[in-house]
């Protein structure tokens, strides 16, 4: 069983950076793909970015897409997702989870294992 640990999150003002962190108990880490998901008050948690269990391959939504950037170090078993001109609507809570065996999807159903969390607040 695989254990999550987000960290890094915080207020930043618009236009800002942040950087998350997803720790990952196990020594299996490097055989799954990871994700981030986020999920803002009063609204459903949705599919941010992934990664292959190699690093060579990601996939963002189009609200990201060229702002963020998922990486990861198996060495550290760590999953990254490096957050640039950050806006008001990037304000939610980020989680990162493992992907399950053999889904494709970009959705909650096919990830697994998630973390508690990480709140991002981007202020205007």
């Known amino acids: 069983q695989v254990q999550l640990v987000e960290s890094g999150g915080g207020l930043v003002q618009a236009g800002g950076s942040l950087r998350l962190s997803c720790a990952a108990s196990?020594?299996?880490?490097?055989?799954?793909?990871m994700g981030w998901f986020r999920q803002a008050p009063g609204k459903e948690r949705e599919f941010v970015a992934t990664?292959?269990?190699?690093?060579?391959?990601?996939y963002y939504a189009d609200s990201v897409k060229g702002r963020f950037t998922i990486s990861r170090d198996n060495a550290r078993n760590t999953v990254y997702l490096q957050m640039n001109s950050l806006k008001p609507e990037d304000t939610a809570v980020y989680y990162c989870?493992?992907?399950?065996?053999?889904?494709?999807?970009?959705?909650?159903?096919?990830?697994?294992?998630w973390g508690q969390g990480t709140q991002v607040t981007v202020s205007s």
């Open positions: 196990g020594r299996i880490f490097s055989s799954f793909a």
């Open positions: 990664i292959n269990w190699s690093g060579s391959s990601t």
């Open positions: 989870a493992k992907r399950a065996p053999g889904t494709y999807r970009y959705t909650e159903s096919d990830f697994g294992s």
